[in-house]
């Protein structure tokens, strides 16, 4: 650390020259984060000094908070679900694993996944020390519930649907999971983390959430399709019972308990979800997610047009291409500005049509891509 202090116009300059290295939004199309909405930002700067670690000092950021985990509650089919506001879906789902994990009492505990699962459950396996099993995916890249059938033993604590896969944007057939860890006695918990926004937003109904009887816990990111400002993840549960392994003492606080896994915590962040939540409603996210997927078609259907097939037609605002000579083109992209991603098997070129993109530049990207194919 430099010993006298520079003044506060060089040390802002320094920031402005590290912000112009980072990326805009405006050609990234492999991120499941967006610009958040200037509701949320302002929300945000609003409670900056907020520590919901030791809510006993800020009882109006914790009332916030309960009022966003109710509103998040009933968007995903239970408004009187409990649960806390986490720093994003990594955290939510090492905490409904560990609730799994506290409340099963396996000597060798494993949990059952869909291959399609996010890297966050191989760090769950390590931390939780549970045994991740991974089962496979059918042809449109659901998870196959006989292979998951499969791979339940004695040890079986829990079983993971994915709402909005990481990669492919597909929903888990969740009332077959339900059915299969009711019959077992199994948890059942929803990575929702992207979908969570998207799929009650969409003109088909799709059944995911604790409108499903077996559905234990749920993940869903404000961070993400939410629109609000990071970190903010949804870690739900429909039972408040569920909250108690978490629990632990704090007796020098100026609350007792605690159950979120780090201490301090965000308040602006849940200020900013509350804000931006209450600012747009349900009207508000159907229009954006609307937008989101006509860009999406409108990906598929430009593609096609040159003969890039999905690999599946796309469920929400994620799409997998498959598109040739994927690193050639993919590296052509990036010179030109595009930053896209990819799905481990089979390779495709991944794309997340989020808020940030536009419809011009849709266009543009099709043209490009048309370009660096031929
Ligand atoms: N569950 C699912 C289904 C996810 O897609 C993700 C993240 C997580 C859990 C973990 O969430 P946190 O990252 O909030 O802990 N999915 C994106 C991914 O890893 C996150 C992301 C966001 C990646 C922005 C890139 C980016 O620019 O691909």
Redesign the pocket.
């Known amino acids: 650390m430099n010993r006298k202090g520079l003044p506060e116009d060089e040390v802002f300059s320094i920031l402005d020259r590290a912000l112009q290295k980072d990326r805009s939004y405006d050609k990234?199309l492999?991120?499941?984060?967006t610009r958040p909405h200037p509701v949320a930002v302002k929300a945000h700067m609003q409670f900056i000094e907020a520590n919901l670690g030791d809510s006993g000092l800020f009882p109006g950021t914790r009332e916030l908070e309960e009022k966003v985990v109710s509103i998040l509650g009933e968007l995903m089919g239970d408004r009187n679900a409990c649960g806390y506001i986490s720093?994003?879906?990594?955290?939510?789902?090492i905490q409904a694993l560990r609730t799994a994990r506290n409340l099963k009492h396996k000597k060798h505990p494993n949990v059952v996944l869909p291959e399609s699962?996010?890297?966050?459950f191989d760090k769950i396996a390590d931390i939780l020390g549970i045994e991740i099993r991974k089962a496979q995916l059918d042809s449109e890249f659901k998870v196959d519930t006989g292979s998951v059938e499969n791979l339940i033993d004695d040890n079986t604590i829990a079983l993971v649907g994915?709402a909005?896969?990481?990669e492919f944007g597909q929903v888990d057939p969740i009332n077959e999971l339900s059915d299969i860890a009711l019959s077992h006695d199994l948890f059942l918990h929803v990575?929702?983390?992207?979908?969570g926004f998207v799929i009650p937003f969409l003109d088909k109904k799709i059944d995911f959430n604790f409108s499903v009887n077996g559905v234990t816990s749920i993940?869903i990111?404000p961070?993400?399709m939410g629109l609000s400002t990071i970190?903010a993840?949804g870690l739900l549960f429909r039972e408040e019972a569920c909250l108690l392994p978490l629990e632990i003492d704090t007796p020098y606080l100026t609350i007792r308990k605690q159950y979120s896994l780090t201490g301090t915590r965000s308040g602006a962040a849940v200020a900013a979800a509350y804000a931006v939540m209450t600012h747009l409603g349900r009207d508000g996210y159907r229009m954006i997610v609307n937008r989101c997927m006509r860009m999406t078609h409108r990906i598929v259907q430009g593609a096609k047009e040159f003969g890039v097939e999905p690999l599946t037609e796309p469920m929400m605002n994620v799409v997998a291409l498959d598109v040739p000579y994927i690193d050639t083109v993919r590296k052509k992209l990036h010179e030109k500005g595009w930053m896209t991603?990819v799905t481990r098997k089979p390779r495709a070129m991944r794309l997340i049509l989020m808020p940030h993109m536009t419809e011009e530049n849709i266009e543009v990207f099709l043209s490009d891509l048309r370009d660096c194919i031929s």
């Open positions: 990234v492999n991120a499941m984060c720093t994003g879906g990594t955290e939510s789902n699962a996010h890297f966050s994915i909005g896969s990481t990575d929702a983390a992207f979908g993940t990111d961070h993400k970190p993840g991603s």
